[in-house]
């Protein structure tokens, strides 16, 4: 979305990720090889957000913010 004659850009997205049959993978306390363990499933959402701001030297600086929130 663009505001105040192209001066300013605010993008927005979010999204949901789902995993099932996950695997993991641990250091091994006694050393050695590490562990891969199974840990079943798992999901992730969340959304994120950037704004740019235009200034007359042409040199977009911007801002980029999200958030996730892990759940099962």
Do not use: C, E, K
């Not at 006694?30 to 740019?52: E, H, K, P, T």
């Amino acid at each position: 979305m663009d505001l105040f004659d192209r001066r300013l850009r605010i993008n927005g997205a979010g999204f949901y990720y789902r995993y099932t049959n996950l695997q993991v993978t641990r250091i091994n306390p006694l050393g050695g090889a590490n562990l891969v363990d199974s840990a079943g499933s798992a999901a992730i959402w969340g959304s994120g957000s950037l704004d740019r701001r235009h200034h007359r030297a042409g040199f977009p600086p911007g801002r980029a913010g999200g958030m996730a929130r892990p759940g099962i």
